[in-house]
């Protein structure tokens, strides 16, 4: 089992900046892909970003390129996503995700992929 808790969101006005973090517990997740998703009200959960913990292989939303960064913290356990210029369309829940590396596939996208999820913590951008 991995447990995931996000953490760092909150209230920004747009062209802002938040870091959000995830952090792990349970099995050594150096061999996973992490992910990030977000949930807006009345809308499906969507990708954000993903990365493969280790190898550095990231992936993007088209949504999220040049603004958001994913990132690793192998010593605490903890990924990161760096989100600036922020919008008001970016409010949403995000969620941490995480799966078994998979040697045969690229960085997943789809949420279906991920085993393994957080909470959510909100975000909110204010125009």
């Known amino acids: 089992q991995v447990q995931l808790v996000e953490s760092g969101g909150g209230l920004v006005q747009a062209g802002g900046s938040l870091r959000l973090s995830c952090t792990t517990s349970?099995?050594?997740?150096?061999?996973?892909?992490m992910g990030w998703f977000r949930q807006a009200p009345g809308k499906e959960r969507e990708f954000v970003a993903a990365?493969?913990?280790?190898?550095?292989?990231?992936a993007y939303a088209d949504s999220a390129k040049g603004r958001f960064t994913i990132s690793g913290d192998n010593a605490k356990n903890t990924v990161y996503l760096q989100m600036n210029s922020l919008k008001p369309e970016d409010t949403a829940v995000y969620y941490c995700?995480?799966?078994?590396?998979?040697?045969?596939?690229?960085?997943?996208?789809?949420?279906?992929?991920?085993?393994?999820w957080g909470k959510g913590t909100q975000v909110t951008v204010s125009s």
């Open positions: 995700a995480a799966t078994p590396y998979n040697p045969t596939t690229v960085v997943p996208g789809a949420a279906s992929a991920y085993r393994y």
């Open positions: 349970g099995r050594t997740v150096t061999r996973y892909f």
């Open positions: 990365i493969r913990w280790n190898g550095g292989n990231t």
